[in-house]
C-alpha cells in the first residue's frame, strides 16, 4: 500500500523489453529485494539493486499487461518517473490509501495559471469516468490529488507549487498522458451497487 505523497523523481535509465532500470535517491541498501516501490502509481517489484553514485539504481519487471493498459509501454530512457516507497505501519498516512494498481490512463487536456497554483483539466476513459467525484481522492502518476470538478468524462484538479517542483507535475503539458488509479473505496462501492436488489 502507498500513500501518493511522492518522496522522490527517478529517471529511467534502461529498458530491456519489460524490464526498466530506474536511478533513485533512495540509498540502496535500504531497498530490499522483492520490496514495492510505485513508479508513476504502477507497483513495482525491485528485481535488482546497486549503488549508483549518491543514490540507487534498481530494476523491476513490467508485464505485457501492465505495458499495455499504462504509460510504462512509452518509456524511455531519461523519462523522470514518481517514486513513492511502500507504506510501512506506523508510517504518516500525508495523502490517501494507494494501492498503486493502476485502472487506466487519462489525457491531459489543458493547464492554465490560477495564482501561484496550476489548474489541471484532465479527460478520462468513459468506462472509469463514474468514479471521478468532486472532492474526491484520485491518483495521478502517482500523486494523491483532490478532484475539483467534474463535468462528463473531464475533472479538474489544482497543483500548488511544492507538488510541481517536487513532483514530475512541472514538466507535464497539454497531450501527455497520465497513469489513473481511481480511489479505492469508490471501486468497491461501485462493486456493491451492481448486486444490489
Known amino acids: 500500500m502507498f500513500t501518493g505523497i511522492i518522496t522522490d523523481v527517478g529517471e529511467v535509465i534502461g529498458r530491456e523489453g519489460g524490464r526498466f532500470a530506474i536511478r533513485s535517491r533512495y540509498d540502496a541498501d535500504s531497498i530490499a529485494l522483492g520490496a514495492s ?36 509501454g512509452s518509456w524511455q530512457d531519461g523519462r523522470p518517473v514518481n517514486l513513492e516507497r511502500a507504506l510501512r505501519a506506523g508510517d504518516e498516512l500525508g495523502g490517501h490509501i494507494v494501492s498503486g494498481h493502476v485502472d487506466g490512463v487519462a489525457t491531459i487536456v489543458d493547464m ?63 497531450g501527455d498522458a497520465v497513469n489513473v488509479e481511481i480511489d479505492l473505496f469508490a471501486r468497491y462501492v461501485a462493486r456493491i451497487m451492481e448486486f444490489r436488489v
Not at 44 to 59: E, H, I, K, N
Not at 122 to 151: F, R
Open 37 to 72: 516501490i510505485a513508479c508513476d502509481g504502477c507497483c513495482l517489484t525491485v528485481v535488482t539493486v546497486r549503488a549508483d553514485g549518491a543514490g540507487s539504481a534498481f530494476t523491476v519487471d513490467v508485464s505485457n499487461e501492465t505495458l499495455s493498459k499504462t504509460t510504462l
Open 112 to 174: 492554465r495559471p490560477d495564482g501561484e497554483s496550476l489548474r489541471v483539466l484532465l479527460e478520462l476513459p468513459q468506462l472509469l469516468a463514474p468514479y471521478a467525484a468532486p472532492k474526491g481522492s484520485i491518483v495521478l502518476d502517482g500523486t494523491s490529488l483532490t478532484v475539483n470538478e467534474v463535468a462528463g468524462a473531464r475533472f479538474g484538479i489544482n497543483l500548488i507549487p511544492v507538488t510541481l517542483t517536487q513532483t514530475t507535475w512541472g514538466r507535464k503539458k497539454p
